[in-house]
């Protein structure tokens, strides 16, 4: 393993699958909404922090005149009932390749199952792009005006800030402070 050049690998921006993941969500937020859907909330969950894979949309629409979520499950996105695999397969591709050039540039010793500090690294840049392709899609007025809550979402909520990252960098102040009240 060559340590220099995955350093340098790895400090790479990852604008591509920014991109990617920006497009991904405003063609996926058109397609609910054309099928006449409001979305309250929309997440992406792109598999578990040591494996990160194809990317999964879930959004939380409400029901036609049903009652308001309570706050559990409005910010709770493991019980949203619409998820959608696919839904972003630029990103998918790009995440793909990543992963691959990542295990080219870098090997696990035997035996070894804990994560190195370039295996975080690489799920944090890829992490990173996620989050920052949302915002650019919220930015662009993409997924709504107001956008609804959002998230990147690992369903184990045993790794430690992902999650809580993620809502505070898509979320106005109120909304973020909301779901650390609930969840913090």
């Known amino acids: 393993m060559d340590e220099a050049a ?3 690998w790895l400090a790479e921006p990852r604008t591509e699958l ?3 993941v920006a497009e991904g969500a405003r063609g996926h937020v058109a397609s609910l909404r054309a099928r006449g ?3 309250r909330g929309y997440a992406v969950n792109p598999g578990e922090y040591y494996d990160l894979g ?3 949309a879930i959004a939380d629409v409400p029901a036609p005149g049903g009652d308001p979520a309570s706050r ?3 910010y709770r996105v ?4 619409h998820w959608e695999e696919g839904a ?3 990103a998918d591709a790009i995440i793909s390749s990543l992963n691959e050039r990542f295990r080219s540039l870098h090997s696990r010793p035997e035996g070894v199952f804990a994560m190195d500090e370039f295996e975080v690294a690489h799920a944090d840049a890829l992490l990173d792009a996620i989050v920052s392709g949302l ?3 919220r930015d662009a007025a993409a997924l709504g005006d107001p956008a609804p809550f959002l998230a990147v979402w690992i369903s184990d909520f045993g790794v430690d800030g992902i999650i809580e990252d993620s809502v505070q960098r898509l979320n106005p102040p109120h909304v973020a402070d909301d779901f650390m009240e609930e969840f913090g």
């Open 135 to 137: 915002a650019a899609a």
């Open 37 to 39: 859907l409001d979305i």
């Open 18 to 20: 920014t991109a990617a």
């Open 72 to 74: 559990y499950h409005r």
């Open 88 to 90: 972003f397969p630029a």
């Open 6 to 8: 995955l350093r340098a």
């Open 54 to 56: 194809g990317l999964v």
């Open 78 to 81: 493991d019980e949203w009932g």
